[in-house]
């Protein structure tokens, strides 16, 4: 397994080019199962989960190709789903990454079938998707769980239906809105998640012949047509990319124009950077940071879109760990997302976790340290507190980072940043030690 090995201490300077988010481009590969024509996509951003959503997909039947695109960063990508010939969705590759789950409104929809591993619980909490069953229900599906599977059929087509959402749920929301599109009907989301994501997914849905209402609010209506057609769409940036790297500014000091970071969708946490005392301005290409690495403590509470996003909790903890005086961060959505403490704790960082708070003590400074990932976000965060620790930093199984940073080190050493990659040596046969 890859190591990362920074050396703390270097100011970031220069310009960094976001990638298109990887929230955004996982929905928009499964609505290519919504046509018998070809969606294209630009600005996909190269990583892990887009190729274990590749996989998936081309297992379904999907044809699918890369091309390289003419920006340092992301691909086309085009997907036709004329020849689908597989409803199940494996074990194997649901457990990887939860967003396979996203295939069971759309294959539900076109084709009346869909079996769906259930994904199981995850490193940030138990995640069910109940809330994505439950409204399929309520559109006529017939589900049923067993072997731990969703098995769901539909006798014609879904019916549209008026659902409320017990929780604000991203995933239910996408999926109901690929399965909407092809009911039968008008179908009302209420408490619906409005996410740039989900709206990027609606947006590419208007695109293919789809007829929704209400995008980017809390009440979204769609009116069901017979068929959608191929579109061409580009993926919005990714917004939790370009606050991850904003933290890493304000941590270490310096100024980096992040080129494609869309201000818009980032409005609560430009907030607390600015509360921090970090300064954020729109630029024509992006957004510019400019730190001198003081930072002030600030209280933050993970909400849904448009509140402070738990995609970024993990990156704040570790800026907030050097900042002056005491800090507070409450996670909301999900209940365990906490892993990094410890990680953080190994560098020096004073942090007490009780229930669903975390309390942030000022730590006089971090330390380098041998930590392990443990999720995509809190990997993130080690990054960070390393880039500002004196001395060096190994970070462990970073499998996790590769799931949603794209070139991370060569973003982040072309700022300059001390960071590299170690590939693992093979481990070596056991054998006995020679007799003296
Ligand atoms: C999506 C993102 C993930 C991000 C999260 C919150 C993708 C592929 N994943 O995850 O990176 O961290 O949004 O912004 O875009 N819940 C239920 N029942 C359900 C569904 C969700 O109880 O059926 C709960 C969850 O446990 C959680 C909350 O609702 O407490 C929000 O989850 P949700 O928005 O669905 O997150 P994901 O779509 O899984």
Redesign the pocket.
């Known amino acids: 397994m890859d190591k990362i090995k920074i050396t703390g201490g270097n100011r970031l300077n220069g310009k960094i080019q976001v990638s298109g988010a ?3 481009a ?2 928009l590969m499964a609505a290519s199962l919504l046509t018998d024509d070809t969606l294209k996509l630009s600005n996909v951003p190269y990583l892990a ?1 887009i190729v274990t959503m590749a996989n998936l997909l081309a297992q379904h039947g999907v044809d699918i190709s890369f091309s390289s695109s003419s920006q340092q960063y992301g691909k086309n990508m085009s997907l036709r789903a004329d020849n689908i010939h597989n409803f199940t969705a494996p074990y194997e590759l649901v457990r990887t ?3 396979s ?2 295939v069971l409104g759309a294959l539900l929809a076109r084709f009346g079938q869909a079996k769906v591993s259930l994904p199981g619980g995850c490193a ?11 409204a399929l229900e309520q559109m006529g599906a017939h589900i049923e769980l067993a072997e731990g599977y969703v098995h769901a059929h539909t006798h014609g087509r879904l019916k549209g239906a008026d659902i409320t959402f ?9 999926n109901i809105l690929m399965a909407a599109s092809l009911a039968d009907g008008v179908t009302i989301l209420r408490n619906a ?1 409005r ?1 740039p ?1 989900v709206c990027d997914l609606a947006h590419c849905l208007q695109k293919m012949g789809a007829q929704i209402e209400g995008i980017g609010t809390d009440t979204i209506r769609i009116t069901g047509v017979k068929k959608l057609s191929g579109c061409d769409h580009s993926v919005i940036s990714d917004r ?1 990319e370009a606050g991850s790297f904003a933290a890493a500014v304000a941590i270490t000091g310096g100024e980096v124009e992040l080129l494609g970071a869309r201000a818009e969708h980032m409005q609560a946490v430009i907030e607390k950077f600015t509360e921090a005392g970090i300064s954020i301005s729109e630029t024509e290409r992006g957004i510019k940071i400019t730190s001198d690495g003081k930072i002030e403590c600030i209280d933050i509470i993970t909400q ?2 448009p509140g402070f ?3 970024m909790q993990a990156q704040m903890m570790a800026l907030l760990c050097v900042a002056d005086g005491a800090s507070m961060i409450t996670e ?4 365990n997302r906490y892993m990094h403490v410890p990680e953080l704790a190994r560098m020096g960082a004073k942090i007490v976790v009780h229930g669903a708070s975390a309390m942030i003590r000022s730590a006089d400074e971090l330390v380098g340290a041998e930590v392990m990932a443990t999720d ?2 809190a990997s993130l965060s080690l990054v960070i507190a390393a880039l500002a620790a004196k001395g060096e930093t190994i970070i462990h199984r970073v499998y996790h980072l590769d799931r ?1 940073y794209e070139r991370l080190e060569e973003k982040l050493s072309a700022c300059g940043a001390q960071i590299e990659r170690m590939h693992d040596k093979p481990n070596r046969p056991f054998s006995m030690p020679e007799a003296a």
Do not use: Q
């Open positions: 990887k929230n955004a996982l929905p989960d990454m939860r967003a789950v996203l940030i909490g138990t995640r069910p998707i109940d809330l994505h069953l439950k017990e929780k604000v749920s991203v995933g239910a929301t996408e998640a996410e994501e939790i849904p879109y996003p738990t995609d909301t959505i999900f209940e995509l976000r949603g």
